[in-house]
């Protein structure tokens, strides 16, 4: 877990966030989401650390994959709520279908940026 900048707000190990007031809890798997979140239910959003929260976006907005419940860590592309992870895209898809998961884009221009270079990726080897 880490501190991401704004008050009661963190990062968690599967890049989600969290945030935590009292015994009230959400998360959602980015800022924005997280935010509305907050605010629909009447509780503060907010800053404590101006820098930390801009590097905090800036992170946020990097893991955006264009598809649903997948972010890259590493050199790895992961499944978020399951154990999957995979170097390749197309592997991590295979898997999540044979596992009877969702996949689907969230993102169509993200999504083919992101399948592209993961492609290229394994053809210049």
Request: aromatic share 16%.
């Amino acid at each position: 877990m880490k501190f991401s900048g704004f008050v009661n707000v963190y990062q968690m190990d599967d890049l989600t966030w969290k945030y935590e007031f009292g015994e009230k809890s959400h998360t959602a798997d980015n800022l924005k989401d997280l935010e509305f979140l907050v605010r629909m239910h009447g509780l503060k959003w907010g800053i404590l650390d101006k820098d930390l929260a801009e590097t905090s976006l800036k992170e946020d907005e990097a893991n955006y994959t264009g598809f649903l419940n997948v972010y890259r860590k590493g050199d790895y592309w992961f499944y978020r709520g399951s154990e999957l992870k995979s170097h390749s895209l197309q592997t991590l898809k295979k898997n999540v279908e044979k596992e009877g998961l969702e996949w689907r884009e969230t993102n169509k221009d993200l999504a083919y940026k992101n399948w592209k270079l993961d492609l290229r990726k394994f053809t210049q080897q």
